[in-house]
């Protein structure tokens, strides 16, 4: 028997191919799954993905998009993509840097993965932004301008060809007007927007030539983060939105001036909100389709995504909907809120390692869970077709009568089973049997009088879409 419960035979072979599996003794039963996150055939990649605690009919499709860090001490973070069962699909770790805003956005047209990379300080980033394609090859590398460091909050595409990023630089400031020194030291928080072709900056945007010093609820202290940009959206109108964590404040600023437009929550702000629609500490500020803004409320005892009406007209804000977990989780820091095709809602809870995601009633339709430690910026659910541009690995272990087999293909999302072959070189492979695919990792049986070993792995319609080396076993 194989994988799956199929007899040895059971795909499609040559008759040359049939003797091969015969002579063999083919595949016998499937070998037993490492425990993630070791796998035999990539022992390099070990960031824990996720344990899935809640999986319901309706759950939208798409894989899951992460960038656990936090990591425990000698752990590796970086990017992930996940299943629905936590499975690992891609990963891609990377030492001593941390990576945040993964995601799939649109670039030249075409679906590309996006993510920031750097250090963090002071509770920004300082690092620079990366493009990939479906084969996970870097296409562009982007930086923010005039000699300023790319922030870990915001790396948002335009259909502009343009891109939204964060920056902070730390200066002096006088803080006399909130119990500080006639010379402090202040963060003052920007976004740029940049022509992605030439790097030009189109829009530099500074906190302190707009955001009153006065308007923070943050506690006074040394390079003060008094505003604490996390996110930069499109309205509707081509206006954007930004959202301001220490000043509670979403702000709408007008993209050729840099005015602002008018101040959604805060001290100041311009808009008579509901009780139950007052958010603080808030990340993620986005205008939706039917002209709703969602953001997630951090809050101060209990987190929240929330959807609000924004009446412009009379300057009135009401709550739409709510969306709690189950555990009333409070994250005191990150978080987002995305709103999938058909209404349900993905939550990323931030500081606190889950992810989740709603139906539009509010029911919870998937619940899971990082590693020990782990903490995720943003989470994503979207769809993805990933092409690695290398061939699958694979390794093969003697273990008493029979051979245990390994193969994977890192960030692959095409194939449905794996063929094993043997032949005394690639141009003379014949078929033993196949297996469905398991996982990130799928194990394999086989005779001792296998000396020989690829791996060919097939999609849904049978098609090949790519064969590892020919091993000696």
């Known amino acids: 028997m194989i994988a799956g419960g199929a007899t040895v035979g059971a795909f499609a072979a040559t008759v040359a191919g049939d003797r091969v599996a015969r002579s063999l003794g083919a595949l016998i039963e499937p070998a037993a799954s490492p425990r993630t996150p070791t796998y035999h055939s990539r022992p390099s990649l070990q960031i824990p993905a996720l ?35 936590g499975q690992l699909i891609w ?92 010379s402090g030291t202040i963060q003052d928080a920007m976004f740029q927007e940049i022509d992605l072709a030439t790097g030009k900056v189109l829009l530099e945007w500074h906190s302190l030539d707009h955001i009153p010093i006065t308007d923070s609820y943050y506690p006074l202290s040394v390079d003060w983060d008094y505003v604490h940009l996390n996110s930069i959206a499109v309205d509707s109108d081509q206006n954007l ?59 101060d005892r209990v987190s929240r995504a929330v959807v609000i009406d924004i009446d412009e007209t009379h300057r009135r804000v009401t709550l739409q909907r709510a969306y709690t977990h189950p555990s009333k989780l409070y994250a005191d820091s990150q978080g987002n809120v995305q709103v999938l095709p058909g209404g349900n809602v993905l939550v990323g ?31 994503y659910r979207q769809p993805w077709t990933g092409r690695p541009a290398g061939a699958p690995t694979i390794v093969a272990e003697r273990a008493g009568s029979h051979t245990d087999a390994y193969v994977s293909w890192n960030g692959d999302t095409r194939v449905a089973r794996w063929v094993a072959l043997t032949g005394t070189s690639p141009a003379t492979l014949s078929p033993l049997g196949s297996v469905p695919r398991t996982g990130f990792e799928t194990g394999m049986r086989l005779s001792r009088r296998v000396v020989k070993l690829a791996v060919r792995g097939v999609d849904a ?4 879409v790519g064969t590892s080396e020919l091993i000696a076993v």
């Open 241 to 299: 939105l930004i959202s301001a964590r220490n000043t509670h404040t979403i702000y709408k600023i007008d993209r050729a001036t840099g005015a602002i437009i008018w101040k959604l929550g805060g001290k100041h702000g311009d808009f008579s909100i509901a009780s139950d629609a007052i958010f603080a500490w808030q990340h993620d500020a986005r205008r939706q389709a039917n002209g709703t803004l969602t953001l997630f409320d951090n809050g």
């Open 461 to 464: 319609s049978g098609a090949t």
């Open 349 to 379: 809870w931030g500081a606190q390692p889950y992810i989740s995601e709603f139906d539009s009633s509010g029911e919870l339709l998937f619940d899971a869970r990082l590693g020990t430690n782990y903490i995720s910026y943003r989470a």
């Open 91 to 182: 990963e891609q770790p990377l030492a001593n840097l941390v990576t945040t805003d993964f995601r799939v956005q649109t670039y030249k047209g075409r679906q590309a993965l996006t993510w920031w990379q750097g250090l963090v300080e002071y509770g920004h980033g300082v690092g620079h932004y990366v493009i990939a394609d479906a084969s996970y090859v870097p296409l562009a590398t982007v930086n923010a301008g005039n000699g300023l460091a790319g922030d870990l909050h915001e790396f948002l595409l335009t259909d502009r060809g343009t891109a939204l990023l964060t920056s902070y630089v730390i200066t002096h400031r006088d803080l006399r007007a909130v119990g500080g020194s006639a």
């Open 51 to 85: 344990t899935v605690a809640t999986h319901e009919v309706g759950v939208a499709p798409g894989l899951i998009f992460l960038a656990p860090y936090n990591a425990p001490k000698n752990a590796q973070a970086g990017a992930l993509i996940a299943d629905n069962q």
